[in-house]
């Protein structure tokens, strides 16, 4: 199995398995080593937003773990905010979303006295941040999944068949329709790619029977996420 699918797997296995007992006070540490690196001096502007797919996709796995470890239990699996927390998903991906987004993780948030928000700034450090933040505005529209949902149904029944049994498999015909899907699929935040359901699972094929039950099951989790 190849880094860039573990890293997919794994970050999609703790979104499903772990969002209800993320989010404690005491912030966790994330791995950014896989990441450029930044300066020292806060930035007001994402840096991975336009330094090409690899670093963004990278910027995308690392921010889905620091995500899921932070941040899940308020603002929700996916980033879909359950009321408990501003539904992050519509926070521009342009300079004035991010500056926001930046002094809420850097200082966090107090209201009367009592802490909504814990600061990660010091803590977690920038790359992080910004890694957690191309995560956040890359959430697709939960609606237009919804409207797809029945398509990836299908293709999710087929991937999962052909890993019971490969040998009618047609990788590149499902990462075809996949993309196709995905292609349709726009973020809230207006940032240009979607990190969807089909994006994930189109990344995972390989043509291995490994490669068709982890994009089952990309799927399966992001339609769960969505509805």
Not at 86 to 107: C, I, N, S, T, V
Not at 110 to 126: E, H, R, S
Not at 184 to 191: K, M, V
Not at 193 to 205: N, T, V
Request: glycine share 8%; with cysteine; hydrophobic share 40%.
């Amino acid at each position: 199995m190849t880094r860039k699918t573990t890293l997919w797997t794994l970050a999609l296995v703790m979104a499903a398995t772990s969002a209800l007992s993320h989010g404690d006070v005491a912030p966790q540490p994330v791995n950014t080593d896989a990441l450029p690196d930044v300066g020292e001096e806060w930035l007001t502007e994402n840096p991975y937003r336009d330094q090409g797919v690899e670093v963004w996709q990278a910027a995308v796995e690392i921010g889905a773990s620091g995500y899921n470890q932070n941040c899940a239990r308020c603002h929700g699996l996916e980033v879909i905010s359950g009321g408990l927390a501003p539904d992050l998903r519509f926070l521009e991906a342009e300079e004035y979303g991010d500056e926001w987004f930046m002094e809420r993780f850097r200082h966090g948030y107090t209201q009367n006295g009592t802490t909504k928000m814990p600061a990660f700034g010091d803590l977690l450090g920038q790359k992080a941040a910004w890694a957690i933040r191309t995560y956040v505005e890359a959430r697709p529209d939960d609606a237009q999944i919804a409207d797809a949902t029945d398509d990836l149904k299908v293709l999710r029944d087929q991937l999962a068949a052909w890993a019971e049994d490969p040998s009618a498999a047609d990788p590149d015909g499902m990462k075809a329709q996949l993309d196709e899907i995905a292609a349709g699929i726009e973020t809230l935040s207006g940032a240009p790619i979607a990190d969807s359901a089909p994006f994930r699972a189109s990344a995972l094929i390989d043509g291995t029977e490994v490669g068709y039950r982890h994009a089952a099951e990309a799927l399966t989790i992001g339609l769960s996420a969505a509805h």
